[in-house]
């Protein structure tokens, strides 16, 4: 790991929150060595928490990949798609579980905790998308969505906003 | 080190290397002695002049060219796209009508009438093979390339009990088998394709690569686990379709679209099944390169509907390709030897198999649905048509 992503793994970061993602955005960036060995990243992905605002409802968070980075974090007000090229939609209790298990495997999921494993039969994850063809950004850059999100395991996550 | 392999040791004992007939050898040098007074000129005027010692330096004059347009790089390197915006380098034609390896944007008009004509360039029709983002896959191919021998941590593959090990030796087997057809249809149609067509060439051959990566890894999983199984029927005739399509546009709709669209659904579901990380990340890698050829498929259909002038005539005659076309890719996808190892793979045991199934039927719903997206997302409206059943026909006689 480089020195700035070693300064980016120290403190605690709550989850769901711009700032989780943003860290993650961060940390890709400072990684660019393995980003280019997976591959350009071109889309517009969505991380939906259904559950995840203070009164119950969605919290949506929009990151922009381009090339080898992460150009940005957006939270839209609501959970329409909008630019996205596809969401990925679960309840706290589920990315909360994601994450722990990423964390507990040091970076890596174990067999049921990938974000393909969660998300292939619509649940506890659900792949959401208008166009089938966008929808297939899903799928070819995977690898490099499921690294981002890795990533986790790198500083530590408090629950709850 | 890499040692020889003896041919004994491969079969290949008392095999023969083959050797023309006296009449193939004597055709052959007909067909050049034909073109004779055409080359043997351009060859004769070389000879002189350099026995003259004398400079043509013809290819200094830039008239007819584009010379002097400087491409410039943008921020992922020199692409296509960027030497595309140069004038005169990235007009596409849409019929092409230089049947020789001259390039695009080169000046060639001059020597036209000199040049041979190779008659394998049957596909002249842009319309027939263009697809908006294949320039973008092309760049996405080569830049998510990855090695099946280095990329896959083999050393900590874990033996599984023998029903899901064989279970697994099983679907690599069929994927191993299914694989390569995707890489001999393009390879197909990549010689039919005049040079024109470069970019659509170029797209193909990153295609050609990643099944041939495919057909490594899933032979090498299957071999490292315990060995290949069987093979099928069922996946031959479905293959064997796919290579017969009598145009590009069909085969690319048989194969990308709504084979590779099947064999995602495979990949996708062998990932969430992996019993081991070696799988899973076997299953994720094959995923990503299947991915950008199904999204070729659809945008190609998109492209050959949305251009066709007889739309109407072109959609007919589709849907009459689609209605053997989906029967025989069924044959594939019904296979016992497909099926079974999937379901005891969901389930998690062979006395699961029953439960395995019912994960099967939810997951064919999800296939068939997202087939008829694609299809209609390609101006193709499948769904009224579709002869394959929607729903998993599992067990409805009994």
Known sequence: ?161 | MNEPVPAATIGLAGARASLLTEAQLAHYEASYRKDYQAWAEVLGENIERIRRGSFSLHWLKTDGGNWGKRAKPSSRGLTYTDINRVRGYGDIPEHADWFNFAPRGSIREPYRARMPVVDDYTVTARDELWADNVITLYEEAKARQWNATKDIAWDELEPLPEDLEKATCQLCTFLTEVEFVAGDFPAKWLYRTPQDFLEVKSFLATQLMDEARHQEVFRKRAIAGGGLLHASPGFEWALKAILDAPSHTMGTFLLNLLGEGLVLSVFRSGEMIAKTQVDKEIFRRCLQDEARHVSYGVLELKNYLATHPERERAVEELHRFADIGEQVILSAFTEAALVEPVAVLLGGSLKQIDKGMEGLGHMWRMFIGEYLQRCTAAGFDRAPRCTIPLDLPWGVAA
Request: with cysteine.
């Open chain 1, 1 to 161: 790991m480089s020195a700035t992503a070693d300064t980016l793994a120290r403190d605690v970061v709550a989850f769901p929150s711009r700032a989780w993602f943003e860290r993650l955005a961060a940390l890709m960036n400072a990684n660019r060595t393995r980003q280019e060995q997976l591959g350009y990243v071109d889309c517009i992905a969505q991380f939906t928490v259904l559950d995840g605002a203070a009164d119950g409802g969605a919290l949506a968070y929009r990151i922009s990949f381009e090339e080898f980075e992460a150009l940005g974090v957006e939270e839209p007000t609501t959970r329409d798609l909008g630019p996205a090229d596809f969401a990925l939609e679960g309840s706290l209790a589920t990315w909360r579980e994601m994450i722990e298990n990423i964390a507990a495997g040091k970076g890596r999921p174990d067999l049921e905790h990938s974000l393909n494993r969660l998300s292939h039969m619509g649940t506890p994850l659900q792949l959401v998308y208008t166009d089938p063809v966008r929808m297939d950004c899903y799928f070819r850059f995977n690898q490099s969505l499921q690294e981002f999100v890795n990533a986790s395991a790198l500083f530590t996550t408090a629950y709850g906003r």
